[in-house]
């Protein structure tokens, strides 16, 4: 026995040792566990049968999201299938986003309402946001601040867009302007800035009027980034095309957005 190999003070001091060292190896896998741990959970909702240039940046959107889930230790896991918008389903996750879609049923949209009225936090994109009288959802209407789709320029068009708020963590390091790539701008009536709980991040540089050639926004406050401080979500109107990814700045606006939605 190891025990008849030491006497006294000898058989304490191994013990001693043997128990340090498993203590040392306990605390080394531990801070290993926690620091695999991810910060939040992320679930991107998407669908492929919507206007191609809408799938497409679905598509540059993943790719962009799941680079920036393993920079930044969050989880990012999409999926086609909308009716996952339940509550069990939906349990394990911090911060939704929809990318060029929104749901259809009375049961995703309740589920939805639920979610967000009880701390869950949303990122929507372009086509997202939209609503009208085709979409039958008063309270989403509300939702974003009351604002209504009024119009939209055509063709995607690059635009210069102001950083209203440089006090959120959303524009955190963003400079004053900058020339975001092209995207389809929509136009909300009335402007969602007129809503006391909307906070506008971003807008069009009225300087890029009249926007577009087909389909063409004269005037108007046309918002681009806002939240509604009721809840904890953001709304971007960029996501039409090829190009939304393409541009620095707008890309940290994006990993700034997903980042604060999923801080405690």
């Not at 929507?124 to 789709?149: L, M």
């Amino acid at each position: 026995m190891v025990a008849e190999k030491f006497c006294g003070g000898q058989i304490v001091n191994e013990v001693t040792r043997c128990l340090f060292v498993a203590g040392l190896l306990l605390s080394v896998w531990s801070a290993t566990a926690v620091a695999n741990d991810p910060a939040f959970k992320v679930l991107a909702f998407y669908s492929t049968t919507v206007e191609p240039d809408h799938v497409h940046v679905a598509n540059d959107a993943l790719v962009f999201f799941k680079d920036l889930a393993a920079k930044n230790n969050f989880a990012f896991e999409s999926t086609t299938d909308w009716d996952k918008l339940n509550d069990r389903d939906l349990k394990p996750y911090q911060v939704i986003i929809w990318l060029n879609d929104f749901p259809h049923t009375p049961e995703q949209r309740t589920t939805f309402q639920n979610y967000v009225e009880h701390g869950g936090a949303w990122l929507g994109t372009h086509v997202a946001g939209y609503n009208d009288e085709s979409t039958k959802w008063p309270w989403f209407v509300d939702f974003p601040g009351g604002a209504v789709f009024c119009s939209n320029n055509w063709p995607p068009l690059p635009a210069k867009l102001i950083v209203d708020d440089h006090t959120s963590p959303v524009t955190k390091g963003l400079p004053a302007t900058y020339d975001a790539p092209a995207n389809e701008w929509y136009l909300w009536k009335p402007s969602p800035r007129l809503n006391k709980n909307v906070r506008v991040l971003v807008t069009l540089d009225p300087s890029n009027y009249p926007l577009g050639v087909k389909d063409v926004i004269k005037e108007g406050d046309l918002p681009v980034v806002w939240t509604n401080t009721k809840y904890k979500i953001i709304y971007m109107n960029m996501g039409h095309g090829d190009k939304i990814f393409s541009d620095a700045t707008q890309n940290k606006l994006f990993a700034n957005a997903i980042v604060w939605l999923g801080s405690k």
